[in-house]
């Protein structure tokens, strides 16, 4: 401003003060603001990556595909067996599904129809076997079941009130029952879970449908997280559950001197399993071994007995041609005696079927069936057995869908095929069945 020029007014010097602290309080409100929603951003970051890594799964549901036997002789309104299931506790892709430490509530829910079948059958038994790396058993439990009572009166008046419903196909006369089978099944570490097996022990039971359901059993940050879980056990278990928060988030760590200890405790333990798999690994191999001689011997002299009777049936035959010529060149022989007409030998009946199945590593399974077992009982102990006979961290399941063929004749075996006896298959008395990687698989 110059010295002659006279002063702006007072209005214009409180305009420019009041816009420049305008300017200042706009650009402080937007850096907090970024700053609030980078916060809110690594808020919901860490609490997803927490949640993901430490909570599991609330419950899995598996179908139970019950299979059983449908060939006993002779045919009567009971089944031949058990009905039975595999179900597989790992993911789509073989990922663990349980979560190490965590409890879990197994149960199984029953469909059962309202027929007179099921009514007069009364109580029955459930058991479960939960099974790990090699077939090995982790868990058992057995149950018993039954439909719930109702009189002809109750049943009369449902039938009636639900007439509608049940003409029109959205209703049926079933009954659901949900038995507990583990209420506080705790998943180790060392030895982790890989499926369960299930049978319903009775012959007579009529089933709509069957699934086992696994349900996680909260505690502390977990039941936090699951507040409004109505399966959940009310009483928390923070000190644990801090601990492995604070281990999964980096925080404070045990003395080195905790450490050493607990790892050498670890490693103790690993290597009494590892010796306990040892010997029960070279058991069963000295008991297949001395299984195989057998079978071998019993093979040898059941040959050697076949092979007597072809002699002796060729012996017989020459003797018959050697009379039979001098008959008919003989100038006078006596009218000879009729020969009774020898009858065909009777087709033998086997046992056992002898059953060597060839792995796509080169490792073979043998075992001994009925005659009469399907194809699918194979297919099971394949399996059940598959790394029985590696190492012993071997995996107890096939790592991808396989399927069954013969080399010679060469003969690849279909899903009709599983239900089919092995002796109508031609698998008997013995035969050598190959396992492949099934196609578009």
């Not at 079927?353 to 102990?381: H, N």
């Not at 069954?404 to 095929?417: I, S, V």
Request: neutral net charge; aromatic residues 8%; hydrophobic residues 35%.
């Amino acid at each position: 401003m110059s010295p002659g020029a006279a002063p702006p007014p007072a209005l214009l010097l409180w305009g420019a003060q009041v816009g420049r602290g305008a300017r200042r309080a706009l650009l402080r409100g937007a850096l907090g603001l970024s700053l609030a929603l980078l916060l809110l951003w690594a808020a919901l970051f860490l609490y997803g990556s927490f949640y993901w890594a430490y909570l599991p799964s609330a419950a899995v549901l598996r179908p139970l595909h019950l299979a059983f036997r449908s060939d006993c002789d002779p045919p009567g309104p009971e089944l031949c067996s058990f009905p039975s299931a595999n179900v597989s506790l790992l993911g789509e892709h073989r990922e663990k599904v349980l979560l190490y430490g965590q409890q879990y509530r197994l149960s199984l829910e029953l469909e059962l129809p309202e027929s007179p079948v099921n009514r007069e059958l009364g109580m029955f038994m459930v058991a479960l076997t939960v099974y790990g790396d090699g077939g090995r058993a982790l868990a058992r439990a057995e149950r018993a079941a039954m439909l719930h009572y109702r009189s002809r009166l109750l049943r009369a008046l449902h039938t009636v009130t639900f007439a509608g419903l049940l003409l029109s196909g959205f209703a049926e006369q079933s009954q659901s029952l949900e038995l507990e089978l583990l209420g506080r099944y705790r998943e180790d570490p060392y030895t982790p879970t890989l499926g369960a097996f299930v049978e319903i022990r009775s012959r007579r039971v009529q089933l709509y449908g069957a699934r086992l359901r696994v349900d996680a059993h909260f505690s502390g940050l977990r039941l936090v997280a699951h507040e409004d879980d109505p399966d959940s056990d009310p009483e928390l278990d923070l000190p644990s559950d801090l601990g492995a928060l604070t281990s999964i988030l980096g925080g404070a760590r045990a003395p080195p001197e905790e450490d050493e200890t607990q790892k050498l405790l670890t490693e103790a333990g690993q290597e009494r399993e590892r010796r306990r798999r040892g010997q029960e690994l070279s058991k069963l191999r000295e008991w297949r071994r001395d299984e195989e001689r057998r079978r071998a011997a019993e093979e040898r002299r059941r040959d050697r007995a076949e092979e007597r009777a072809a002699r002796q049936r060729v012996k017989e035959k020459i003797e018959r041609d050697k009379a039979e010529r001098a008959q008919r060149f003989a100038p006078v022989a006596p009218e000879p005696s009729p020969v009774p007409p020898q009858e065909p030998p009777a087709p033998r009946e086997y046992d056992q079927c002898r059953i060597q199945v060839r792995l796509p590593d080169g490792r073979s399974l043998t075992q001994s069936f009925q005659p009469r077992e399907p194809l699918a009982a194979v297919r099971l102990f394949v399996e059940l057995h598959w790394g029985q006979t590696g190492e012993t961290g071997g995996s107890g399941s096939p790592p991808e869908p396989f399927s069954l063929r013969t080399a010679f004749p060469r003969r690849l075996f279909t899903e009709e095929d599983m239900e089919k006896p092995l002796q109508e298959l031609g698998l008997v008395p013995s035969a050598v069945v190959i396992v492949a990687k099934k196609e578009g698989s």
